[in-house]
């Protein structure tokens, strides 16, 4: 915690509950509580769990220059997204690797709310603001917290007008229990869910009555690193925990490419002249590796960082992995090799406790067509 600079006001809230807030991006964030890991990941998977994320950190961008801005430092056609629309968008480095993934809302015509992790995105639009005219300012009072779940609609819609005719990635203006906040459909579990932006102050209030009046629907608080179990099956990277940053290469300094990732969708067709463009673009079809899944046999997880082998050759390591108790299937995301990126293909997972065998799967595990997040009503 002694690198800890930003400050949830969530904070003895989470103690309570048995966290010793670890450190994230500069925030103590939960990442234990006193309870078992499994019954938060089925809660979300079944009904609905209560996340605080307020470490994302969340930037506004306001004046004439905002949309110019935006175009600069992102992956996405700013001009198709419009006041109340968001979008998942990538940051480069010049090089055309990978820097930081963020969301950009669009709050009005000159005004956008970029969201974004631990990479950095702060860095970059500063980068791209200069001699225009155009404000950045840091937000921490803004607080984040994301109910995630089957049952999520189910609870706003009691409190929140219109909430189930909100689109997935779309956001609105409102109130819930008086105060003022902005909800996003969006979210990192791969449930349809909904993210409540609303001041410090308010934060403790909101999470409260969310847990009290849910709770016998089965709501629950569910601690930040919960997110690892859903993100695996829902393929949802994390920086740096999936990238060379992590994983260096052996000859090489860090850094991946949209292509390498997956995550070259972000990139909006046709679109030229962000940070990073050209080099982009030269670099497909020179993936050094896949992000691809890996699907165990029997009921342990893979250690994180596993190397993975394939006829006694390694091919790639582990980044994130679980077992599932709903699914009762132990899977993982993995940097592999392009040719063991295949589905079917046989491999072996060298856990410090023995191996295990695998076999090479696509990712999402779950949901593969995005039925839940994204259904209507």
């Known amino acids: ?4 600079w930003r400050f949830s006001t969530l904070a003895d809230r989470h ?65 198709k997204i419009y006041p109340g629309k968001s979008a998942y968008a990538c940051m480069l480095n010049e090089a055309g690797k990978f820097t930081d993934d963020c969301i950009l809302y669009r709050t009005g015509p000159n005004a956008w709310m970029v969201v974004h992790g631990s990479g950095t995105g702060h860095e970059e639009l500063q980068r791209a603001a200069m001699g225009r005219d155009v404000s950045l300012r840091f937000d921490d009072n803004l607080h984040d917290l994301s109910l995630q779940g089957p049952i999520a609609v189910d609870y706003l819609a009691k409190h929140v007008p219109g909430i ?15 105060f003022p906040v902005m909800i996003s459909r969006t979210g990192y579990t791969g449930e349809r869910g909904y993210e409540i932006f609303c001041r410090g102050q308010d934060a403790g209030t909101i999470w409260d009555t969310i847990l009290d009046e849910g709770k016998s629907a089965g709501i629950i608080p569910c601690r930040f690193t919960t997110l690892d179990m859903l993100r695996v099956e829902s393929y949802l990277l994390f920086y740096p925990y999936d990238n060379s940053q992590k994983y260096p290469f052996e000859n090489e300094g860090p850094g991946d490419t949209l292509w390498e990732l997956g995550l070259d969708f972000t990139v909006s067709p046709g679109k030229t002249g962000f940070r990073g463009a050209e080099e982009h673009y030269r670099l497909k079809g020179k993936e050094r590796f896949k992000i691809f899944g ?6 342990e997880p893979a250690d994180e960082g596993a190397p993975v082998y394939r006829d006694g050759k390694k091919v790639g390591v582990v980044t994130c992995a679980m077992y599932s108790p709903l699914v009762k299937k132990s899977m993982g995301i993995a940097r592999l090799d392009i040719d063991c990126a295949v589905q079917g293909t046989r491999l072996e997972i060298r856990n410090q406790s023995g191996a295990i065998s695998a076999t090479a799967e696509p990712l999402p595990f779950d949901d593969p067509k995005k039925t839940k997040r994204t259904a209507k009503g």
Do not use: C, N
């Open 15 to 79: 103690r309570a509950l048995g966290s010793k807030l670890e450190d994230w991006s500069g925030m103590g964030t939960a990442w234990t509580y006193d309870k078992d890991a499994d019954e938060e990941y089925i809660a979300i998977r079944t009904k609905a769990g209560l996340m605080d994320v307020s470490g994302l950190k969340k930037v506004h961008i306001t004046g004439p220059h905002a949309s110019h801005l935006i175009d600069l430092a992102t992956t996405r056609d700013v001009e």
């Open 1 to 4: 915690m002694t690198a800890s």
């Open 164 to 178: 189930r005719d909100l689109a997935y990635f779309h956001h609105m203006q409102t109130r819930l229990f008086g």
């Open 294 to 299: 890996v699907l165990l046999e029997g009921k």
